[in-house]
Nanobody
Framework: QVKLVESGGGLVQAGDSLRLSCVGS???????MGWFRQAPGKGREFVAT????????KLAVSVKGRFTISRDNAINTAYLQMNSLEPEDTAVYYC??????????????????WGQGSQVTVSS
């Protein structure tokens, strides 16, 4: 069982940056880590994923070039660096962990553990 806790969300203006952190309660270096988001009135959508050794990453087309996913296995933490934020990025951002490590993991159902979410609001 892995408990995930996100932090770093907040209210910012368009063009600003934020870094979300996701800390695992135990070792997370055997898991693929991912970030998803859910905007008001919409379903949860994939944002980014990173393999256990950080050797493989994937970003959604909508955030490519603006967001970066990384991890520090020594402290069981995954990060989502968000630059050039847009009002369309406003959502609750969720961190997730998956036991699938041999393929790209970008579907919600592939993740086993989820954090409680962190609100990101971008004003225009």
């Amino acid at each position: 069982q892995v408990k995930l806790v996100e932090s770093g969300g907040g209210l910012v203006q368009a063009g600003d940056s934020l870094r979300l952190s996701c800390v695992g309660s135990g070792r997370t270096d055997d898991y693929t880590m991912g970030w998803f988001r859910q905007a008001p009135g919409k379903g949860r959508e994939f944002v980014a994923t990173i393999g256990p050794s950080a050797g493989s990453t994937k970003l959604a087309v909508s955030v490519k070039g603006r967001f970066t996913i990384s991890r520090d296995n020594a402290i069981n933490t995954a990060y989502l660096q968000m630059n050039s934020l847009e009002p369309e990025d406003t959502a609750v951002y969720y961190c997730a962990a998956s036991t699938i490590v041999v393929q790209t993991v970008d579907e919600e159902w592939q993740y086993d553990y989820w954090g409680q979410g962190s609100q990101v609001t971008v004003s225009s």
